[in-house]
């Protein structure tokens, strides 16, 4: 069965670095046939894509254009587990913030408990 | 980007009564060589992460009861709930899985009238 379990900070100051952390049982970051993603969910914007990573003989990194400045996913294979980073947090960085998994050619089908994460003085 | 537009934003509807939520795609999300549409169907209540319950347009998933169906191809799609209970107050996304970034509609919330 596999499970994601997500941990951090659920507060961050305004110009600082939002960090968070999926670890992954039951399946692999170096799968080949997944991709890891980090999504928001907020009020204002609703289910928000951030980015992914994924492994293909080589590691690949997608990240929604709004955000790659700002952003970075990185897998750890010696933990089995991947990060989000996200520089330079606003107050609209406010959200509940889920790691999921999409299998190729699939919906996201498993899914963190969530981390909400509060951007405030 | 293919943007996804969900329609309406809120619905009330009475207890046992049909809910229907559609959700239009800026391009076809219809895949020519296998005929399957990339489109899902996620129920999201509060405290807890998002649930698919439609997959492919139309296939539900495991243990998803059968009040909830999904139709549509191409560009435009429904959600059906037939008749709505209780524990059905959420609110509702339509996501693709066409093309990356994986993109979502904007949420439809279903409460009790």
């Known amino acids: 069965q596999v499970q994601l379990q997500q941990s951090g900070p659920g507060l961050v100051k305004p110009s600082q670095t939002l960090s968070l952390t999926c670890a992954i049982s039951g399946d692999s970051v170096s799968s080949n046939s997944a991709a890891w993603n980090w999504i928001r969910q907020s009020p204002s914007r609703g289910l928000e894509w951030l980015g992914r990573?994924?492994?293909?003989?080589?590691?690949?990194?997608d990240y929604a254009v709004s955000l790659k400045s700002r952003i970075t996913v990185n897998p750890d294979t010696s933990k089995n587990h991947f990060s989000l980073q996200l520089n330079s947090v606003t107050p609209e960085d406010t959200a509940v913030y889920y790691c999921?998994?999409?299998?190729?050619?699939?919906?996201?089908?498993?899914w963190g408990q969530g981390t909400m994460v509060t951007v405030s003085s | 980007d293919i943007v996804m537009t969900q329609s309406p934003d809120s619905l009330a509807v009475s207890l046992g009564e049909r809910a229907t939520i559609n959700c239009k795609s800026s391009q076809s999300v219809l895949y020519s060589s296998n005929n399957k549409n990339y489109l899902a169907w996620f129920q999201h209540k509060p405290g807890q992460p998002p649930k698919v319950l439609i997959y492919?347009?139309?296939t539900r998933e495991s243990g998803v009861p059968d009040r909830f169906s999904g139709s549509g191809s191409g560009t435009d799609f429904t959600l059906t709930i037939s008749s709505l209970q209780a524990e059905d107050v959420a609110v509702y996304y339509c996501q693709q899985y066409y093309d990356t970034p994986r993109t979502f509609g904007g949420g439809t919330k279903v409460e009790i009238k």
């Open positions: 492919w347009a139309s």
């Open positions: 990573t994924y492994y293909r003989s080589k590691w690949y990194y």
């Open positions: 999921a998994r999409d299998p190729d050619w699939a919906p996201f089908d498993i």
